[in-house]
């Protein structure tokens, strides 16, 4: 892999700290660019985390501060401070943050997303509203405020119906809702936040990612999802599979991914995206964001190519043109390992699950002793394993083997 246009100076970037730690560390290990870390208080960050990142040079940002004091603060902290690198390019892969630290590099100075980007990637209704001036489908939707207006939505659009939070991710607050009286299972919606009512979409589920330099998107990468990723909450097979280089896909994910660039005007970095083919064949966009995907879905990408992705991904952060070199021709997947309530009495070891057909990683985030107590949400798990096949669908069967081997007995009492 090398990259075209690149400075001869060493560059410096801001990076705004993530539960992303692999893209975190992988940053920080490269040694031809000089990181400073943009830590917001929010975030919670392990002890060891922490102090595995002690040495790097570290701004703390006070979220219960005017934004505009905080870059300020930060100005006055870079001029002094001797020594500092002088970050001259920005990488935020934190979507819970977007909206925040999009508008702080731009306070200081930073490429950064605009206010209405911000809003293409991250409120759900403006993003649909995007879609339809694009001429892209998606499915209908409704502000909501109260229970009875998701009724008056379904009863005009059918059930099911989608309800969720406009500013969300991992499925969090987000019920599928098969008919007016399931609405009785549903907590009160937050007064806080801004809610939505959706169309359901029947079909199978896939992923999107693509890398974006100077506006041009590089390559893109198709993941598939065993079932939809909402009902990974009833507890289905929770996956996300790249398809192999050499395997046949179902739409142009390249072309699809530079229309969807285009439309956004997102200039560089990472373009991720759920859409949907209905059991029709038609084609429904779901959501799109501007930051790293989820889970292990762009190591499942470097892995089923065999190149370095983390490393291309900040490359277009910096503005460089990286040109990838592709070594390998199979299908990885990441599954994420059940989870349920309570105290941890067996777990199966990372051993036990290397030695199942097509497992070429493991990691256990539990153990025996360990209390578990699992959000409701997309990335709950005890961890994860790497699955390899010539397709996707052999992943998939492989992935179905492990499930049937792992072990997890939790003491509930």
């Not at 870059?71 to 935020?92: D, E, I, Q, S, V």
């Not at 909501?144 to 969720?164: N, S, T």
């Not at 598939?224 to 990723?229: D, E, F, L, M, Q």
């Not at 292990?296 to 900040?314: K, Q, R, S, T």
Request: with cysteine; net charge negative; glycine share 6%.
């Amino acid at each position: 892999m090398h990259a075209t246009g690149t400075p001869a100076a060493r560059p410096a970037v801001l990076l705004v700290e993530s539960r992303r730690a692999t893209f975190t560390d992988h940053v920080l290990a490269r040694d031809d660019v000089d990181v400073v870390l943009l830590r917001f208080d929010t975030v919670q960050l392990t002890e060891e985390y922490i102090a595995r990142t002690a040495h790097v040079p570290t701004f703390t940002l006070n979220t219960s501060a005017p934004l505009e004091d905080e870059a300020a603060r930060y100005l006055r902290w870079m001029k002094g401070t001797r020594g500092l690198p002088r970050p001259t390019h920005f990488c935020n892969p934190n979507e819970a943050l977007q909206a925040a630290a999009q508008r702080f590099a731009a306070l200081v100075d930073l490429p950064h997303l605009s206010e209405e980007q911000v809003g293409w990637v991250r409120n759900k209704m403006t993003m649909k509203d995007r879609y339809a001036e694009l001429g892209i489908p998606h499915a209908a939707y409704r502000p909501v405020r109260a229970l009875q207006d998701v009724v008056a939505f379904g009863d005009e659009h059918g059930w099911p119906v989608i309800l969720k939070p406009v500013d969300s991710d991992s499925c969090i607050g987000t019920y599928r809702l098969d008919s007016a009286e399931d609405l009785a299972g549903v907590p009160p919606l937050d007064p806080d936040l801004d809610w939505m009512a959706e169309e359901y979409i029947k079909g199978r589920e896939f992923q999107l990612c693509a890398v974006i330099a100077r506006g041009v998107v590089l390559d893109a990468y198709l993941s598939k999802n065993p079932v939809p990723i909402l009902e990974v909450l009833d507890g289905k097979i929770n996956a996300n599979i790249t398809y192999a280089p050499g395997e046949e896909i179902p739409v142009d994910a390249r072309a699809l991914a530079q229309r969807l660039t285009d439309g956004l005007g997102i200039p560089y970095g990472y373009l991720h995206g759920e859409f949907f083919l209905t059991d029709d064949g038609e084609f429904v966009m779901s959501e799109v964001a501007a930051r790293l995907s989820g889970c292990e879905v762009p190591m499942n990408h470097g892995l089923a190519y065999g190149f370095d992705f983390l490393h291309v991904i900040l490359d277009t952060y910096l503005d460089r043109v990286p040109v990838p070199e592709y070594t390998l021709d199979r299908a990885v997947g990441d599954l994420l390992l059940p989870t349920a309530p309570g105290r941890v009495v067996h777990i199966s070891s990372e051993e036990e699950l290397l030695r199942l057909p097509g497992v070429i990683g493991a990691r256990l985030t539990a153990a025996p002793g360990d209390v578990l107590d699992p959000p409701r949400a997309s990335h709950a798990s005890t961890g994860y394993v790497h699955v390899e096949g010539a397709t996707a669908d052999e992943v998939e069967e492989r992935m179905h083997t492990v499930l049937r081997h792992f072990e997890l007995k939790v003491d509930e009492s």
